[in-house]
C-alpha cells in the first residue's frame, strides 16, 4: 500500500512539473512572428485579430515551417486550421506555383470553412482556392479549376469525380496534402476515394494529419503515406475543455421530445446546438419545435447544399437560434455564439461526443452538453464516461414539470408528422430533396422572402 501512495504521489508530481513546462512554453511564445511566420502572413493574423497563437498553433507551426510532416490531434475549437493553414500559405510563398496543396474535409460545409480561412489568411498575397464539393455544379467547379488555384480544398468523392472526368486536371505536382478531421476520412464511406487519391498524388510530398481524436486508422495511415511524422497532442487523447459543464439526464424513450422541449425553454436565452441519429429526425424535431414558438432549423446531408448554407447562415446570424442537426455539423464548423449543446440522440460511436460537445465552450468560453439517455442508450452512453475518464452529474428537472408539456408536445408533434408526410409524397412526385416546404419558407427559398434573402 505504501509504495503504490509513493508511486501515486510520483506520477502526480510529474504530472504537476508538465502542466508547469507548458504553462511557461505558452507564456513565452507571445506572437506569431516567434513562431517563424513571415511578416506577410503575422499581418494578416493581426487583421483577423488573432493575437497570440493557440495551443495547437504554438505546437505545430514551427515543426511544419521547417518541413516536417506532422500529426495534429487537439480539441475542435483550437485553431487546428491555421496550424495548417499558415506554414503552407508561408512556404507558397517562397516557392508558387498552382495546385501547390489539397485539403481533404469529411463534409462540405467544413471544405468551405476551410478555403474562407485560406483566402482570408492569403488575401494579401494574392492566394487563389478552389473548393470542390457535392451539391453544385460541376460545370463552375471546373471553370474554377481552369484558373489554376493553388489551394484546393475538396471532400474525397468529389475530387475523384474532377480527376477523372476534368481536362488538364491534375495533382502530380501536389506539395502540400491535408486530412483534416483525418479519423472521419478513413470511415468505409471515404476509404476507397483515400486510396485513388494517393495513388495520383506525389510520393515526395508533406502530409499533415489533424484531428481531434485518434484511431487506429489514422495510425495506420500514418504508417502508409507520412515520413517521420512528428506528433503534436495539444490536449489529452479524448477530451473535452475545462470550461464545459456536462450532464446527463435518464429518461423514458416515450418522454424523450417532453424533456427536450423542457431543456429549450428553461434555456430559452441560449444558443443551441441538438444533435439526432438520423436525417428524418432533424425536420421532424425542427418543425415540433417551431410549432411550439421555438426558432429552430435543421440541416443534414438530406438537404441541397444551398438550403444546408442557408440554414447555417440563419443560425449564425442569429435569425433562429437552435439548430437540429446530423454529426455532419459537429465536426469543424465555426459556430463560436454556441452555448449549449443538447444530444438528443446518443451517438453510437462515443468519439462523436467529443466532436458534438467541441461546438460549445469554444476558446476558452463556458458552456453546457446535456446528454438525454433513454433506456435502449445506456450502453452507449457507458462507453461516453469511458473515454471521457468521468461519471458526468444529472442534470436536474422534476418530471411532473416535464410532463406538465406533454399534451402540447404530443400535439406538436402529431402535426409536424402529417406535414412532413404530406410535403414528402409531394417532393417524391416532384423528384425532389426530402426536406419539407416549411423548411424552404424558412430558408426564404419559396416564396416572397427569396428576393429579399437574395438581395442581402
Known amino acids: 500500500m505504501e509504495e503504490m501512495m509513493v508511486e501515486e504521489k510520483r506520477e502526480v508530481e510529474e504530472e504537476e512539473v508538465k502542466v508547469v513546462e507548458e504553462e511557461e512554453e505558452e507564456e513565452r511564445i507571445q506572437s506569431f512572428k516567434e513562431l517563424g511566420v513571415c511578416s506577410e502572413l503575422v499581418e494578416a493574423c493581426d487583421n483577423l485579430g488573432w493575437k ?12 511544419a515551417i521547417q518541413g516536417s510532416d506532422i500529426i495534429g490531434l487537439a480539441q475542435t475549437g483550437s485553431g487546428k486550421t491555421a496550424a495548417f493553414a499558415l506554414p503552407i500559405l508561408q512556404a507558397l510563398l517562397q516557392a508558387p506555383q498552382p495546385f501547390f496543396a489539397c485539403v481533404l474535409s469529411p463534409t462540405r460545409e467544413l471544405a468551405i470553412q476551410i478555403s474562407e ?5 492569403g488575401s494579401g498575397i494574392g492566394v487563389k ?6 451539391g453544385v455544379a460541376q460545370t463552375d467547379q471546373s471553370i474554377a479549376l481552369a484558373k489554376r488555384p493553388h489551394i484546393v480544398v475538396a471532400t474525397p468523392g468529389r475530387l475523384i469525380d474532377h480527376l477523372s472526368n476534368t481536362k488538364g486536371f491534375t495533382l502530380r505536382m501536389l506539395k502540400y496534402l491535408v486530412l483534416d478531421e483525418a479519423d472521419r476520412l478513413l470511415n468505409e464511406d471515404f476509404e476507397k476515394s483515400l486510396d485513388e487519391i494517393l495513388n495520383v498524388i506525389p510520393r515526395e510530398r508533406k502530409t499533415y494529419l489533424f484531428s481531434a481524436t485518434m484511431t487506429k486508422k489514422v495510425k495506420k495511415l500514418q504508417r502508409a503515406c507520412l515520413r517521420n511524422p512528428v506528433k503534436i497532442e495539444a490536449a489529452s487523447k479524448y477530451s473535452t475543455v475545462d470550461t464545459l459543464k456536462q450532464q446527463y439526464r435518464f429518461v423514458p424513450a ?14 430559452s436565452g441560449s444558443t443551441s446546438m441538438v444533435f439526432t441519429r438520423t436525417c ?8 415540433m419545435l417551431r410549432n411550439l414558438g421555438l426558432r429552430a432549423i435543421p440541416i443534414s446531408g438530406h438537404m441541397t447544399q444551398a438550403k444546408r448554407l442557408g440554414a447555417l447562415n440563419k443560425f449564425k446570424g442569429g435569425e433562429c ?28 460511436n462515443s468519439k462523436d461526443y467529443i466532436h458534438r460537445v467541441g461546438r460549445t465552450a469554444r476558446a476558452g468560453r463556458s458552456g453546457v452538453a446535456i446528454s438525454l439517455v433513454n433506456q435502449y442508450e445506456l450502453e ?5 464516461e469511458k473515454l471521457i475518464g468521468k461519471k458526468l452529474p444529472e442534470f436536474p428537472a422534476q418530471e411532473e414539470e416535464v410532463l406538465l408539456l406533454l ?7 402529431r402535426i409536424s408528422q402529417m406535414k412532413l408526410k404530406e410535403t414528402g409524397g409531394k417532393k417524391k412526385r416532384r423528384g425532389g430533396d426530402d426536406v419539407d416546404e416549411d423548411v424552404d419558407r424558412y430558408l426564404g427559398l419559396k416564396n416572397g422572402k427569396a428576393k429579399k434573402f437574395k438581395n442581402r
Open 321 to 348: 437560434n437552435i439548430l437540429i442537426c446530423t454529426d455532419v455539423a459537429s465536426r469543424g464548423l465555426d459556430i463560436p455564439s454556441v452555448d449549449m449543446v443538447i444530444n438528443y440522440d446518443i451517438p453510437t
Open 52 to 63: 497570440a497563437p493557440t495551443r495547437i498553433q504554438m505546437e505545430a507551426i514551427p515543426h
Open 407 to 413: 399534451e402540447r408536445v404530443t400535439e406538436a408533434k
Open 254 to 267: 416515450k418522454y424523450k421530445e417532453c424533456y427536450l422541449v423542457y431543456i429549450l425553454t428553461e434555456m
Open 280 to 287: 428524418d429526425a432533424t425536420g421532424l424535431l425542427a418543425l
Open 129 to 134: 482556392c478552389a473548393v470542390l464539393v457535392g
Open 117 to 121: 480561412q485560406f483566402e482570408a489568411l
Open 380 to 384: 452507449w452512453y457507458i462507453q461516453i
